[in-house]
């Protein structure tokens, strides 16, 4: 039994890649197929030698948000000098819910790539090395001046957006006269024309934005440690490096009332969580030869990971001369587990494509319970252990011995 299989295939990371014989589909295929020749340079004469192999997968995942749920902005705002309402601080406005982390909707499946590439060995030992990589997901939403009801307030009021952000410099005053009246082109404030103050008090438009991105190596040793004509059982050990890279973005811009805005109007909040995580993993894994050239296997590994994760949050001013932010380091243990479900099929000699499910879970990461932190003095964003973290999803792909 000399097949070649995907022996990288670390289980999740599925970089399980051989390339298949002649010989060992002489012995395997027990339905009578007569083995196909191509003038391909693929294969060994002799399978029992060992050799090079690689392999490239398609990947369609999805991973749960991991970003807790926390109120942005609200209609109205606060009368900053009590010029408008005779009460410095009053709120103007329903406060009614205008943006939310709720708002991102519903979860998405992202495409990735997986690159394997691997030695085989004349006693069926194979090393591999192999690189995944899931496209950034996606999550925005916004708000504007118009209310779902469309009643904007009987002084256009519920037309602004208001966050409690406190503690800011000067340098983040936003335009005067942006709450009053303008008849024949000219403007009659209400109060003294500097109420609200801020950028986020009496704002124009808010907008959020959550990017997800995950990438993973893997260092495989395949051993193997019982076979038979049709079933073939090994273990797998290597290394593992996996890092998943998050970001909120908040951006806010204020109009003053003739609907100018500036970059000294507009302020840009981001926060950022990047976990890096190394260790060893092992596992091991079972082939079962189904005839016709196709197979099926499954996999299994178990880790536990050290997690380096930084944290950074800042406030930023759109045209980049003035900022507050804050960063931090975090340390802790995660453990992995990880598995996959694999149908092969043989066409060639030297080639094998391979179909499955697979699925990885990440206990005890950190994630933004309440991303923002509105004191612009003392940014300090709540994070959390994030109980189990999950991608999952399906991979299909090719590999090649030369």
């Not at 790539?113 to 060995?121: D, E, I, L, P």
């Not at 944290?311 to 243990?333: N, S, V």
Request: aromatic share 16%.
């Amino acid at each position: 039994m000399r097949i070649h299989w995907f022996g990288a295939c670390l289980l999740l990371s599925g970089a399980v890649i051989g390339a298949t014989t002649k010989q060992a589909r002489a012995q395997w295929d027990v339905s009578g197929n007569a083995s196909i020749t191509t003038p391909l340079p693929l294969g060994q004469d002799r399978p029992d030698s060992g050799g090079f192999y690689f392999a490239g997968e398609f990947l369609f995942m999805h991973a749960n948000r991991n970003i807790g749920n926390q109120v942005i902005a609200a209609r109205g705002f606060r009368d900053s000098d009590g010029s408008i309402t005779g009460t410095p601080g009053q709120y103007v406005g329903s406060r009614r819910y205008a943006l939310s982390t709720e708002y991102f909707g519903r979860t998405t499946w992202t495409p990735g790539f997986r690159a394997t590439a691997g030695y085989r060995f004349a006693d069926g030992l194979s090393l591999s090395v192999s690189y995944a990589h899931l496209f950034d997901a996606k999550y925005t939403a916004s708000a504007g001046p118009i209310p779902i009801d469309f009643l904007t307030g009987l002084q256009g009021e519920e037309t602004l957006l208001f966050a409690p952000v406190f503690n800011f410099s000067p340098e983040f005053a936003g335009p005067a006269n942006r709450f009053g009246t303008i008849t024949n082109g000219v403007f009659a404030p209400i109060g003294s024309g500097g109420s609200p103050y801020g950028i986020w008090n009496g704002a124009s438009n808010m907008s959020i934005a959550y990017t997800q991105r995950f990438d993973n190596y893997d260092i495989t040793a395949r051993i193997p440690v019982y076979e038979t004509d049709y079933a073939r059982t090994y273990a797998l050990a290597g290394g593992r490096f996996a890092w998943i890279w998050e970001r909120f973005g908040w951006n806010t811009i204020t109009f003053d009332a003739f609907g100018n805005a500036s970059q000294l109007d507009s302020a840009e909040y981001t926060n950022i969580v990047s976990q890096r995580m190394y260790g060893p993993f092992l596992g091991c894994g079972n082939e079962i030869y189904l005839g016709s050239s196709f197979a099926l296997s499954a996999d299994f590994t178990g880790s536990f990971l050290y997690s380096v994760v930084k944290e950074r949050a800042k406030y930023i001013r759109a045209d980049e001369q003035t900022q507050a932010k804050k960063g931090r380091m975090e340390y802790t243990i995660v453990p992995n587990a990880q598995g996959s479900l694999n149908l092969w099929w043989y066409p060639l000699p030297g080639v094998q494509i391979r179909a499955g499910y697979e699925l990885m879970s990440f206990f005890n990461t950190i994630y933004m319970a309440e991303p923002v932190s509105f004191n612009f003095g003392a940014i300090d964003p709540a994070y959390n252990h994030r109980p189990v973290r999950i991608f999952h999803g399906f991979h299909v792909g090719i590999s090649v011995n030369f």
